[in-house]
């Protein structure tokens, strides 16, 4: 089987994610590179592992999360289906099993919040892992006075951490938000379509999905 490791530390996957938050850097968009992939393979690798899903499907859901973000190399419109594009001829030339490239391939190109549905707990996982990833970490504009909305309220969030309850019933995104910086309004104008797309994701898990912001339930 082709591992998350060996796709992790491969030089052609590396400049492709390179390259792609190159294009967002240039065209506005916060940081997409290897911080974002990283995160959002560990918080897909939990949410599926406290679920008790296999080691098999956790490590596709990490090579999936390492490489959603591909299609950005390409546009940002409807980056979700030329990754998965992308994500297939590089799986495929490493000899993938097709099933598992197939699994991949539609988890990737269903993540995002256009047209993307959690088709499979892969999918699913993706979804939450990938949505919940707001920091004050992927603000690259240092002038904070030329902030745009989505600048403000990333950089508003000073602790962000998903977590799944002791009776595996929901899946909670807990912020902790300066609401100097942003107010709790700012972060549903632009995430509100995200946090609907986890609702749904969670309950294909099975899960019920609450948003808790400064110890306040939201959702």
């Known amino acids: ?14 400049a492709y994610i390179k390259k792609a938050d ?10 997409h590179s290897f911080a974002h992939v990283g995160l959002v393979a560990s918080r897909a690798e939990y949410i599926l592992s406290t679920l008790g899903y296999s080691e098999h499907d956790v490590e596709l859901v990490k090579i999936a ?4 973000d591909i299609g950005n190399i390409v546009n940002r419109r409807e980056h979700s289906q030329s990754g998965a594009v992308m994500a297939f001829r590089i799986l495929d030339n490493l000899n993938m099993d097709a099933s598992d490239i197939a699994t ?5 190109g269903n993540h995002d919040e256009g047209e993307g549905e959690a088709v499979n707990p892969i999918a699913a996982a ?4 990938d949505k919940s990833d707001v ?5 690259r504009n240092a002038d904070m006075i030329s902030f745009d909305i989505h600048d403000r309220v990333n950089y508003s969030v000073y602790e962000s951490e998903i977590e799944i309850n002791k009776d595996k019933t929901e899946i909670a995104l807990r912020l902790k938000i300066d609401t100097q910086i ?15 797309m ?11 999905f609450k948003l808790i912001i400064n110890d306040q339930e939201i959702i």
């Open 1 to 14: 089987m082709v591992t998350y490791n060996e796709i992790k530390h491969n030089e052609k996957i590396k």
């Open 22 to 31: 190159e294009s967002l850097l240039a065209l506005g968009f916060t940081e």
């Open 65 to 68: 999360s390492h490489l959603h």
């Open 104 to 108: 991949i391939v539609t988890a990737i």
């Open 126 to 129: 993706l979804i939450i892992a």
């Open 135 to 139: 920091r004050r970490t992927r603000v």
């Open 182 to 196: 942003s107010s709790v309004m700012d972060y549903f104008e632009i995430f509100l379509g995200r946090m609907l």
């Open 198 to 208: 986890c609702k749904k994701a969670a309950r294909a898990l099975k899960l019920s």
